[in-house]
């Protein structure tokens, strides 16, 4: 089944082309063309654009700033992003808008509303994520990281990893240790932090690219509001799995526009090379061309879900886990048909360490070879693929679960 968009869905799309064609340059080629230095300072100037016409947060309540788009308006506008190529946000919006964003609007205080989200909007306020530590990452309910109230303050102290974009950023929401005599899954908080203050350390981790988008977060009696937990204070799981749904299938509708776009730039390297007869790398083509339509109606179905009204949920796993390993494989072809060209960089890498090269990026072993190293932490990042695999088979397919060892207070289990 081909899906169809209604008439009323096709003059939004009008609307969205008319709204390109006013605000990008006559000989625009998308942002991958651009060096780093230009795409940075196209991306914030855009990001202003999209905020002042409430394309930013598109499906957030007209109140809070948004255009209360429907998830299909989203997906049309992120379609027809794609193919002017251009980005729907910031290089931190993922985590402002798509993860902390979403769950201030469903989780925080009216108070809490008001203040984050303009701010978010404004880009006053950048966010990433504290969630992983060198003891808690595939184990997340392991986490360490304790915070101890001090009259009208949190006190923070332990070590956040991974955190993606985190030199960029000027808060943080991190999950402590609130109760070290509950359950692992229990006693743990959802907080607010400012970054910009003593306490706090930032150290990037060199990824294999060479780029530094990953880093490491130090708390050293760190401090947080009181009134900065979201949720309720030792109830922060819930809100955290929350967050995660968001990460992982919020965006299940628009990202297979981008690996399509990828997909249709595979074609064409293969035609540069001589290789779109080869019987082997035929078939391979083709196998990504079904899979990245596969993709198309796997988030066709999450739309689906949320146009009924639901929420994020495990069936985001399904997603991720399919993007992830699927994104794998594609970049080996890439390499596979650059041949000899692939044992050295020519052009410029990615402009960023997630998912897909950038619309416009040179058709060359630069952008191809990044894209494979990036990759590979796709299978890692916002859950492996283990953790993902056993989410499906626990929480979907109603299989036993894991056997574990660590049942019981958190401060009793063996560190």
């Known amino acids: 089944m081909e899906p169809t968009y209604s008439p009323e869905a096709e003059v939004f799309r009008e609307k969205v082309q008319a709204f390109l064609a006013e605000h990008l340059p006559s000989n625009w080629a998308g942002i ?6 230009a795409a940075m300072q196209f991306m914030h100037e855009w990001r202003g654009t999209l905020r002042d016409n409430q ?3 598109p499906n957030w309540p007209a109140e809070y700033g948004g255009a209360g788009l429907s998830s299909l308006e989203s997906v049309i506008l992120a379609e027809e992003f794609s193919k002017a190529g251009v980005p729907t946000g910031g290089p931190n919006d993922a985590f402002s808008i798509q993860m902390v964003g979403n769950t201030i609007l469903m989780w925080g205080t009216e108070e809490q509303k008001k203040h984050f989200i303009p701010r978010i909007l404004s880009g006053e306020d950048i966010w990433c994520q504290g969630y992983s530590e060198p003891n808690a990452g595939s184990d997340l309910g392991n986490l360490g990281c304790k915070a101890v109230l001090d009259g009208d303050e949190w006190i923070l102290n332990g070590q956040k990893i991974w955190t993606s974009a985190g030199h960029l950023a000027n808060h943080i929401f991190v999950l402590t240790r609130t109760d070290s005599d509950a359950a692992k899954h229990r006693g743990i ?3 607010l932090v400012p ?3 003593p306490g706090i350390e930032v150290r990037p981790i060199k990824m294999i690219s060479g ?3 990953f880093n490491e977060v130090f708390f050293s009696d760190a401090r947080c509001p009181k009134d900065n937990v979201v949720g309720e204070v030792n109830g922060g799981w819930g809100v955290a799995m929350t967050l995660l749904g968001f990460e992982r299938g919020e965006a299940a509708a ?5 690996f399509r776009t990828e997909v249709d730039r595979l074609f064409e390297l293969a035609k540069q090379y001589g290789k779109n007869d080869d019987p082997v790398i035929r078939q391979r083509l083709a196998w990504c ?3 990245v339509e596969i993709m198309r109606f796997l988030g066709m179905r999450t739309l689906t879900d949320f146009l009924k009204g639901g929420h994020p949920g495990p069936e985001g796993s399904i997603f991720k886990l399919y993007w992830s390993e699927y994104h794998r494989l594609v970049t080996e072809l890439a390499l596979d048909i650059l041949g000899a060209d692939a044992m050295f960089i020519e052009g410029k ?3 960023s360490a997630f998912s897909t090269d950038s619309p416009g990026a040179a058709n060359n072993s630069g952008s191809w070879l990044g894209t494979f190293m990036n990759a590979r932490a796709g299978t890692i990042y916002a859950g492996t693929s283990q953790v993902q695999r056993n989410i499906l088979g626990e929480m979907m397919l109603g299989l036993p679960k894991e056997p574990r060892a660590d049942r019981g207070p958190w401060s009793e289990i063996p560190k």
Do not use: H, I, R
């Open 32 to 37: 991958g063309a651009l060096d780093e230095e």
């Open 55 to 57: 394309y930013l947060a």
């Open 189 to 191: 908080s959802f907080m």
């Open 195 to 197: 970054m910009d203050q």
């Open 211 to 213: 780029q530094s988008e």
């Open 254 to 258: 628009t990202t297979p526009v981008a």
């Open 289 to 291: 061309y079904s899979k």
């Open 349 to 351: 890498l990615p402009t």
